[in-house]
Nanobody, 125 residues
Framework: QVQLVESGGGLVQVGGSLRLSCAAS????????MAWFRQAPGKEREFVAV????????YYADSVKGRFTISRINAKDTVYLQMNSLKPEDTAVYYC??????????????????WGQGTQVTVSS
């Protein structure tokens, strides 16, 4: 059974930082591209960042470029999202996703192979 378990969310002040983690199990982690999405209240889920199987290729949404960094450690079956200079508009539930197709993730597919359960990030002003 495949599981993606996010952690690291919480409450942070404007300008602060958080690091999210997504631990995978039940799949060959190094065979998958991994992504982070987020969903704010009343809004659709949106793409945040994606990383390919080796970690050598990354893409970001324009809204987070230069502030967020996605990375992965295949030996730990874990993908990370380092979030710096946080803004109130970054408040959302953050989900990790796994898919064999990096471009599907990059284009914001709503049907990746696997979803995590999400972790709440709240940025207070």
């Amino acid at each position: 059974q495949v599981q993606l378990v996010e952690s690291g969310g919480g409450l942070v002040q404007v300008g602060g930082s958080l690091r999210l983690s997504c631990a995978a199990s039940g799949l060959t982690f190094s065979a998958y591209s991994m992504a982070w999405f987020r969903q704010a209240p009343g809004k659709e889920r949106e793409f945040v960042a994606v990383i390919n199987w080796s970690g050598g290729l990354t893409y970001y949404a324009d809204s987070v470029k230069g502030r967020f960094t996605i990375s992965r450690i295949n030996a730990k079956d874990t993908v990370y999202l380092q979030m710096n200079s946080l803004k109130p508009e970054d408040t959302a539930v953050y989900y990790c996703a796994a898919d064999n197709n990096l471009n599907q993730l990059r284009l914001g597919t709503t049907h990746p192979d696997y979803w995590g359960q999400g972790t709440q990030v709240t940025v207070s002003s």
